[in-house]
């Protein structure tokens, strides 16, 4: 598995996404995915699914270096006592004494961003968490938080796949060398069934779903966690990795509509 490093820390560049996943079922699919080979889980607060998660990892044979894990600050715990709370919560559920990455889930109205950071570096100076990050970012708010608060962030964890232009975003974290993680990399699962991509797939005997995969995987400073419950759907999307695209085939891609976004900013701002 390819890894990206980025402050400080190996990210593989293909995670196991989580939401909507809980109890027995969440941890299957992920003893599942551990068994497999999978080394990046992504989990966050509001999944409820941590406690899940922490049984599933001491319950595997995996190293706890090889292992990374991200969980998320709900926007509702963004003042220091609560976010210390919520991180402490979240650490006993996962059964750890570190996560590798703790990211601001969404940016919230009336968010206090210098005292959130400095929260946020005192759990990394205390080594709870090895890095920080934000997730659903835009251009205006990853620009206070790297040109004034100069916080050192990992990455941004945003919404991108196929079907979804995220040029300008790309262009602003490239030069910054911040890694984009892509969420809804299967367009919540659309991309499996959609007719380009699966024409694509059959030249290379390979499904949309891995076509879509590796379109993300191409490209520099990207990182893709798709969720995935069952074993055969995990072991496909790793399997991605394998897959080779050619100009044809990222011109078809291209080609396909490029302003379908998913997942609804839930709070102020906010996509430019
Ligand atoms: N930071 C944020 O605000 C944010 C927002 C949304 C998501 N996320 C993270 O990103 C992860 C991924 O996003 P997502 O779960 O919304 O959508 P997604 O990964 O794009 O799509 C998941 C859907 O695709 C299906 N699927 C997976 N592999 C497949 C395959 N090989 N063939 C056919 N179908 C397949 C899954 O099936 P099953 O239902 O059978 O598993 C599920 O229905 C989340 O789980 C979460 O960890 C973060």
Redo the contacts with the bound molecule.
Sequence with gaps: MEHLQTQGISLPRL???????QGDVCRA?VESALALGYRHI???EM?GNEDSIGAAIANARVARKDLHVTT?VWNENLAPDAMRRAFDTSLKKLRLDQVDLY?V??PAPGMNLPSMFETLMKLKQEGRTRAIGV??FNIALLKTVLEEIKAPIACN???Y?VMLDQTPLRKYMAAKSLPL?????????????NETLAAIGRKHGA????VA?KWLLDQDGVVA??????S???K??LD?LNVGLDDEDLKAIAGLPKDQR??KPRFSPVWD
């Design positions: 995670g196991l996404g989580t939401f909507r996943m699919a992504d989990t966050a999944y998320k990211l889930h969404w997730a659903n964890q945003v919404e796949h993680v892509a969420y809804c990399p299967l367009a919540q699962g659309r991309a499996a069934s499904t949309a779903a891995q995969l966690i798709p969720k995935a419950t069952r055969e759907s995990q496909s999307n991605a998913f997942v």
